[in-house]
């Protein structure tokens, strides 16, 4: 099993930019998430999907943070423009049908200068 | 609302001693509860997990948990420490839904 694919794992950029975060999912997994680590906030849920479909996008912090899943097998989290608040680690997660386990991706390092 | 307490942002044991990290959940409702352990520039793995049965889980890695309802508790022990388990570890309570909601962490340090 390849696991959960994040690309890239570390990205740096200055303020103001696009950032664009992708992932990859576990084949067969029909729920993907989106999650953001800080050490002031610690790990927050930004969106979900299930079946490609966003189903609960409440964490997703402002209108600057846009997620889409245009297959099972990819998603997108963009940034646009970036600030320096947004640094943070950024996760994919995804997870079986039937099944309660979320499986993670490695993470993106997100620094904005 | 359910909420996860993780007692210990920082906790150190030697090496060969018994590891402790704390654990407390609130839910409204049967509570699933889960350890994620993170490894240094790595992901989130599961380490066990509670949904229904027997409230003593066993995970990987030597890792065990037990479910106490009357303390709202799952706390995360492993008789004998080693070196390799220096990490951050996570609790997390779900609702059988999709929503997870992590604790805070707790980073281990393994003394030699």
């Known amino acids: 099993d390849a696991g959960v694919i994040q690309s890239p794992r570390h990205e740096v950029t200055e303020m103001g930019q696009e950032v664009t975060l992708r992932c990859k999912p576990i084949s067969g997994h029909n729920s993907l998430f989106w999650y953001r680590q800080t050490m002031m906030r610690g790990l927050e849920l930004l969106i979900y999907?299930?079946?490609?479909?966003?189903?609960?996008d409440s964490g997703m912090p402002e209108d600057r943070f846009s997620a889409k899943m245009p297959n099972a097998s990819f998603s997108t989290l963009k940034i646009q423009p970036s600030e320096p608040r947004d640094s943070a680690v950024y996760f994919c997660a995804s997870r079986p049908a039937g099944t309660d386990t979320q499986y993670f991706g490695p993470g993106t390092r997100l620094t904005v200068l | 609302a359910q909420s996860v307490t993780q007692l210990g942002s920082h906790v150190s044991v030697s090496e060969g001693a018994l590891v402790l990290l704390r654990c407390n959940y609130s839910?409204?409702?049967?509570?699933?509860l889960f350890w994620y352990v993170q490894y240094p520039n790595q992901g989130l793995q599961l380490l066990l997990k509670?949904?229904?049965?027997?409230?003593l889980v066993k995970g990987i890695n030597g890792f065990e948990a037990e479910f106490k309802k009357s303390e709202t508790s799952f706390h995360l022990t492993k008789p004998s420490a080693h070196m390799s388990d220096a990490a951050e570890y996570f609790c997390a309570v779900s609702d059988a839904t999709y929503k997870y909601i992590f604790g805070t962490g707790t980073r281990l340090k393994v003394l030699a």
């Open positions: 839910s409204s409702v049967p509570p699933y």
């Open positions: 509670y949904t229904t049965g027997a409230t």
């Open positions: 999907f299930n079946n490609n479909v966003p189903i609960d």
